[in-house]
């Protein structure tokens, strides 16, 4: 506190965004990195963008990012998206952050699932959006049928904002109970934020598919977990092309140039490489169902995962003391002391070998 500080900061409660610890030998199972390195393209690309003497770096980037933004629409070439309908920033938060302002402020509260993303709540704080809770369903399902019931008779709402797989329950809504969802509130704006979708299945059930039918639709993505650039900062949203003219107000209003020449360079070249994402989500998608296994027969109850993490609980063993005794292992993974989710860890997917270290060190802790 301080006599310095606007009334604004002072009512501010801040994300705590998961430990990076400084020790080299942890076993880093706390948040959602990807363990396999980026695209060998884009690591090129960023090479070449820098040069032997770095002399690019003396000019500002491309403030809309174009390369990236057709990158973007070459991936998505089966859904017919233009480059105006693409809004790129500094990591998917700064384009949730960004819709928040721009289209989820209203005089009416949006409506956010009880268990979802911290950052959601945070954002309303910042930006002065009020918000309702909708309680998941008993197994951690969003329940569509909710979110209509909630907006009729309560003067409308100001938007909805899911996280598709849900963070950090890992549960995926199908794609036609977000088309249900989006169809049932043609007044208000629905995010979706897509942070995990690319671990959900063969086929990916991105509501990108839904946005030339829909105006009302953002969908948000980020590079940080499936193209393993968490460190880049890169994300962006697909929409109509309205939503994203809205977003560009709000970016050219605050910073105009959020995406450094590296990463305008490195993530166009991610977006390009297929295969190296193919292979990758692949890789975490086997990892992920035989980690589940292994934490089932160590009796743990593990949710149905589409996420590069699973959210699992033990009958017998408190969550909190169980991630104690793991990082006294080396091991970290993150824990929410929140209501109904305070018995469960999520533990990002890491490589095979760090996946078993982490079983072993369980085996230890419960004396199995
Ligand atoms: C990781 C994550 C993000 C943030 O991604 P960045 O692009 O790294 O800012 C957004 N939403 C959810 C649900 C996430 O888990």
């Not at 942070?195 to 598919?209: E, K, L, N, S, W």
């Not at 039918?213 to 980020?222: C, D, G, K, S």
């Not at 900062?233 to 003219?245: D, Q, T």
Request: proline share 7%.
């Amino acid at each position: 506190m301080s006599q310095y500080w606007s009334s604004l900061v002072h009512r501010l409660t801040p994300y705590v965004p998961g430990e990076q610890p400084k020790l080299p030998d942890l076993v880093k199972l706390n948040t959602n990195e990807n363990p396999y390195p980026p695209s060998p393209q884009a690591v090129a690309a960023m090479q070449e963008e820098l040069g032997a003497t770095g002399a690019s770096l003396r000019l500002y980037p491309d403030p809309n990012a174009d390369r990236l933004k057709d990158a973007i629409v070459a991936h998505f070439a089966k859904f017919a998206i233009t480059p105006a309908q693409v809004f790129v920033g500094n990591g998917s938060d700064e384009v949730l952050a960004h819709a928040f302002m721009a289209l989820l402020k209203h005089e009416t509260p949006i409506l956010l699932p009880d268990i979802s993303y911290s950052f959601y709540p945070v954002y309303c704080g910042l930006y002065g959006v009020e918000h309702r809770a909708i309680p998941l369903g008993e197994n951690f399902e969003v329940r569509v049928d909710d979110y209509a019931r909630e907006s009729v008779g309560n003067g409308g709402i100001g938007g909805i904002v899911i996280a598709n797989p849900n963070a950090p329950t890992g549960r995926l809504l199908p794609l036609a109970e977000i088309e249900r969802l989006v169809a049932a509130h043609r007044q208000s704006v629905v995010v979706i934020d897509e942070a995990y979708i690319d671990f959900a299945g063969q086929v990916i059930p991105t509501a990108i598919a839904l946005v030339n039918r829909y105006p009302n639709l953002l969908v948000i993505r980020t590079l940080s977990k499936s193209h393993s650039l968490a460190g880049l900062r890169v994300g962006y949203a697909v929409g109509n092309s309205l939503l994203i003219e809205a977003l560009e107000r709000i970016k050219n209003s605050f910073n105009s140039y959020p995406l450094d020449r590296l990463a305008i360079a490195g993530a166009a070249a991610a977006m390009a490489d297929k295969a190296h994402l193919e292979k990758t989500r692949l890789t975490v998608m086997n990892s992920r169902a035989a980690l589940t296994s292994a934490l089932e027969a160590l009796g743990f109850a593990v949710l149905p995962s589409a996420a590069n993490f699973i959210f699992a609980r033990h009958a017998q063993h408190d969550a909190a003391q169980l991630a104690a005794e793991l990082r006294q292992r080396q091991v970290i993974v993150r824990h929410f002391k929140l209501p109904r989710i305070d018995q469960f860890l999520r533990i990002t997917i890491g490589t095979d070998p760090q996946c078993q270290t982490l079983v072993g060190a369980l085996r230890e802790i419960l004396g199995q």
